[in-house]
């Protein structure tokens, strides 16, 4: 069984930074494709930013490109999403997502494995 174990969240202030780093468990990590996800309080699960298995490609929600940046470490097994320039309406749960295929799922179904979720609160 894979493990995505987030870590990094916390409260900041508008306009502030945070890291969340998702470190997984699997030997075929380099071979997966990974995601971010968020769900805030009372509201569906909203895609953030997804990766493919090099790291080459990176695909960002709209509401979050420009502030946010994906990458990953194969050799590490572990995947970083730095948030910049954070604004009131990014707080929210935060999911690490992996699917095991190259190129990332266009939906959350697709995703195979998930973390525990990491809270994120940006005050205003």
């Known amino acids: 069984q894979v493990q995505l174990v987030e870590s990094g969240g916390g409260s900041v202030q508008a306009g502030g930074s945070l890291r969340l780093s998702c470190a997984a468990s699997a030997r075929a990590f380099s071979s997966y494709a990974m995601g971010w996800f968020r769900q805030a309080l009372g509201k569906e699960r909203e895609f953030v930013a997804a990766?493919?298995?090099?790291?080459?490609?990176?695909y960002y929600a709209d509401s979050v490109k420009g502030r946010f940046t994906f990458s990953r470490d194969n050799a590490k097994n572990t995947v970083t999403l730095q948030m910049n320039s954070l604004k009131p309406e990014d707080t929210a749960v935060y999911y690490c997502?992996?699917?095991?295929?190259?190129?990332?799922?266009?939906?959350?179904?697709?995703?195979?494995?998930w973390g525990q979720g990491t809270q994120v609160t940006v005050s205003s």
């Open positions: 990766i493919n298995w090099k790291g080459g490609s990176t």
């Open positions: 997502a992996g699917a095991r295929q190259v190129v990332p799922p266009p939906s959350a179904n697709g995703y195979d494995y």
